[in-house]
Nanobody
């Protein structure tokens, strides 16, 4: 029903910036919320930022003021602009979409993940 393709990860020095993109292709599925999660080796996956179909956003405390999530509904694409990157931001970043599918059931879909590495 939904296919997600992530891009934009890479290696950057502390204080630098990266922009992640996630493009969704959906059939018989209405996308509501879109967001970004991250997971470092040996750690739990954690929420980074989410955005609804409207304008509501929410950020993890650790990234507030540094990261910005945005969305292009016409393209079904969500972005994560990451500025002032720190070594502790190093992780695999996963795109997530939530929406309504068959029989009005809510489903979650995940992207393949993109590596972000921040050197000190």
């Amino acid at each position: 029903q939904v296919q997600l393709v992530e891009s934009g990860g890479g290696l950057v020095q502390a204080g630098g910036s990266l922009r992640l993109s996630c493009a969704a292709s959906a059939i018989f599925f209405r996308i509501n919320g879109m967001g970004w999660y991250r997971q470092a080796p040996g750690k739990q996956r954690e929420l980074v930022a989410i955005i609804t179909s409207g304008t509501s956003t929410n950020y993890a405390d650790s990234v507030k003021g540094r990261f910005t999530i945005s969305r292009d509904n016409a393209k079904n694409t969500v972005y994560l602009q990451m500025n002032s990157l720190k070594p502790e931001d190093t992780a695999v970043y996963y795109c997530n979409v939530r929406g309504i599918g068959n029989l009005a059931i809510t489903y979650d879909y995940w992207g393949q993940g993109t590596q972000v590495t921040v050197s000190s």
